[in-house]
């Protein structure tokens, strides 16, 4: 072997046990309520479809709540400026995360799903840019078409059954990641207008306090919830989108591990508000979002609008594009091999597999049109048409190799001495090999000493008959 060779790494390779454990039961939460999701949007299609379409509308319009503080809102602005705050605030404990204790760690780890992300974002951006140029559409609605919905990407590999090995959902998952952190960034940037200083000032307070009750360690969620309510509040009222505050105040915890800490207070609070997010908050944003009309003239018009057709295009071929050859360049140039056990149709399966938008893209879909109502349905149609059919082309992709994945997930599982550890870890831990030397050892040399003892006719006991030190 080359000093060269020596010096190449390898990618989508094997987690560490600890890390595949964590990303495992994050996913499957996710899986979960992915299926929760795909089950709210067909609900909702049906029910803005059917003879009782009037009553969705209705149902969306509603209005509540205390009118002297702006908090007059629609049902469909509660669900998206309230429940996804949860969602937000998941993904802001999952970077935070990823930064301290994940794949982002690491800038030569972190280096190829950050660019693979990035790429994945700016492709579809791009494509929908050049369409509505040449078409003579609106810019608007530019950034619809770069988010990835990891709970609808892993509900598709659910639904189909595809045992995708613990890579290549972890990469998925990273990529995911990275899109909240850029969506989080553009909804902050060009989707806030009429800002209110006051009303911003009082929030960041309330995040000030938020920072300074964590660090002085107080406990109690009567704390923590109430304070979190008001500086949500206050960030709607100062006119910056109120998810940023979800995001806030999930980069503020703690995420890496104290020593005797089995989890830490980030991975604990994660693991409790995960359920809420992926089986409550999304699947009902879906339901008061995914309404849209989908008769044969509506579906018509998605691809005769230069609007719509951008971003079913930004989304099937530019994100495929954009993961696929951002991934490439990255391993291109930093001399990362690919796992052998994989190949480059597993990577371009996951990136169009990236090109399931939904859940973010029908947010930014509606901040980016408001107050166009026909133009933000037929973008949320053209959601719709580019996430099912990414999901179509990703299920094609991902049978074709389906027999090689089952075979990866049955070695990854293995665990013939039932003890919990899969023994593809085992066997190439080299520190296991001597944490087990060590023990066989200490076996051997007990044999011994209890072989020496019966020779001698010695039974290790005293003359008071306790057992000697």
């Known amino acids: 072997m ?38 709210a949007a067909v609900f909702a299609l049906i029910w803005a479809n059917s003879p009782l379409s009037a009553s969705y509308r209705s149902t969306v319009a509603f209005t509540f709540g205390p009118g002297s503080l702006h908090l007059d809102l629609s049902v469909g602005h509660w669900a ?52 509505n140029a040449v078409g003579g559409g609106s810019l608007q609605g530019w950034a619809v078409p770069t988010a990835t919905d990891i709970a609808f990407a892993l509900a598709v590999l659910a639904v189909l059954g595809t045992a995708l090995p613990s890579a290549l959902r972890a990469f998925l998952l990273t990529l995911a990641v990275v899109d909240d952190l850029f969506a989080i960034l553009i909804i902050a940037v060009f989707f806030t207008s009429g800002i209110d200083l006051v009303a911003l000032a009082l929030a960041l307070a309330g995040l000030v306090l938020f920072r300074l009750l964590l660090r002085k360690e107080v406990r109690g969620w009567y704390v923590y919830v109430p304070l979190a309510l008001v500086n949500w509040a206050l960030m709607h009222a100062s006119g910056v989108h109120a998810t940023i505050a979800g995001v ?84 291109r140039f930093t001399r990362a091999e690919l796992n052998p056990d994989l190949a480059w149709a597993d990577v371009l399966a996951v990136a169009t597999l990236a090109g399931i938008g939904f859940t973010v893209s029908l947010l930014i879909g509606e901040l980016a049109f408001e107050g166009d109502q026909v133009l933000t349905e037929e ?36 665990d013939e001495d039932r003890d919990g550890v899969p023994d593809v870890y085992k066997w190439a831990d080299p520190e296991f090999h001597l944490r087990m030397a060590a023990i066989h050892e200490a076996k051997a040399a007990e044999h011994r000493r209890l072989a020496e003892v019966a020779r001698s006719g010695d039974t290790g006991e005293d003359e008071s008959g306790m057992i000697g030190g």
Not at 30 to 35: F, L, N, Q, S, Y
Not at 282 to 290: H, I
Not at 394 to 411: F, H, I, Q, S
Request: net charge positive; proline share 4%.
């Open 248 to 331: 806030a105040m999930g980069l503020m915890l703690r995420c890496h591990r104290r020593e005797g800490e089995e989890r830490s207070p980030g991975e604990r609070i994660e693991h409790l508000v995960r359920p809420l997010s992926a089986g409550l908050a999304v699947p009902l944003f879906a339901l008061f979002s995914a309404g849209v009309p989908i008769a044969g003239g509506a579906l018509a018009e998605v691809f005769g609008r230069p609007e719509t057709l951008g971003v079913v295009l930004g989304l099937v071929v530019g994100k495929a594009v954009g993961v696929f050859g951002g991934t490439w360049l990255a391993a």
């Open 379 to 414: 973008v949320k149609a053209a959601v719709l048409i580019g996430s099912l059919t990414s999901a179509v082309l990703a299920a094609v992709l991902l049978k074709l190799r389906n027999d090689t994945y089952r075979r990866m997930c049955e070695d990854e599982e293995r």
């Open 80 to 131: 998206a400026d309230g429940l996804l705050t949860v969602f937000f605030f998941v993904a802001g404990i999952e970077l935070k995360r990823e930064l301290v204790a994940g794949e982002l760690r690491r800038p030569s780890a972190a280096a190829l799903p950050v660019i693979a992300a990035v790429c994945g974002m700016a492709a579809p951006a791009l494509v929908y840019a050049v369409v």
């Open 2 to 39: 080359t000093a060269t060779n020596r010096r190449r790494s390898v990618f989508l390779g094997r987690m560490s046990l600890p890390e595949r454990n964590f990303v495992a039961d994050a996913l499957r939460t996710e899986t979960v309520g992915g299926v929760i999701l795909l089950v």
